[in-house]
């Protein structure tokens, strides 16, 4: 795993990664898409609280693969999902990082959700 060129240029950019504590749940419109007692919380810099939940625990019918990829220099390479509930679609509504780099290593197997995209609601339960 190699290091964040990102922390490199600026070692003292606020990024912290934590484990929320208890269950959460994430759905769109009513429909439950993910629950989970292992959420991470990704709080950098002036950007909300992020929310990302392992993908092994969400419906694998809500999230279908795109080809569309984005860079950060602090985290790697993300990929993305539309987010499907019904005959709805909210476009490149999720993201993940396969190979993050070593500050945010964390972050692989779990996938993130854009809440302010669509009527996302996501509750601790």
Wanted: glycine share 8%; proline share 6%; charged share 25%.
């Amino acid at each position: 795993m190699k290091a964040a060129p990102g922390f490199q240029k600026h070692p003292d950019h606020p990024l912290d990664i934590k484990h929320a504590d208890g269950n959460w749940e994430l759905s769109l419109t009513g429909e439950k898409i993910a629950t989970s007692s292992n959420v991470l919380i990704l709080s950098e810099g002036g950007y909300p609280d992020r929310f990302y939940f392992p993908v092994q625990d969400i419906k694998s019918d809500c999230i279908r693969p795109i080809d569309h990829h984005s860079y950060c220099p602090f985290k790697g390479t993300a990929r993305y999902w539309d987010v499907v509930v019904g005959k709805d679609v909210v476009a490149a509504a999720a993201w993940g990082y396969d190979d993050p780099y070593f500050e945010c290593a964390g972050l692989a197997g779990h996938v993130c959700f854009y809440l302010e995209k669509a009527a996302f609601e996501i509750k601790k339960s």
